[in-house]
Nanobody, 116 residues
Framework: QVQFVESGGGLVQPGGSLRLSCTGS????????MSWYRQAPGKERELVAT????????NYAESVKGRFTISRDNSKNTVYLQMNSLKPEDTAMYYC?????????WGQGTQVTVSS
């Protein structure tokens, strides 16, 4: 069965950094593009960043461009999100997603709270 282990969330002050990790199992990780989404209370889920199967092609939401970096290590079945210069508006549940054609797998989410 498909499973994800997400980690790295927590409470940080504005301007701080966190690195999220999402490790998948039960599917061929290297065949899937990976994405990070986030959802804040009362808001719809939004796309934060995506990365292609080989780790070369990346895309970012305008709101995080220059602050966040998505990467992957296919040998570890893991996708990362390095988050720098965090702002209170980055506070949300963060979810990883695997995509191949019409197939979709979602992680359980990890909480990121940015507050002074």
């Amino acid at each position: 069965q498909v499973q994800f282990v997400e980690s790295g969330g927590g409470l940080v002050q504005p301007g701080g950094s966190l690195r999220l990790s999402c490790t998948g199992s039960g599917f061929t990780f290297s065949n899937y593009a990976m994405s990070w989404y986030r959802q804040a209370p009362g808001k719809e889920r939004e796309l934060v960043a995506t990365i292609g199967t080989g780790g070369v092609t990346t895309n970012y939401a305008e709101s995080v461009k220059g602050r966040f970096t998505i990467s992957r290590d296919n040998s570890k079945n893991t996708v990362y999100l390095q988050m720098n210069s965090l702002k209170p508006e980055d506070t949300a549940m963060y979810y990883c997603k695997a995509t191949r054609m019409l197939n979709r797998y979602w992680g359980q989410g990890t909480q990121v709270t940015v507050s002074s």
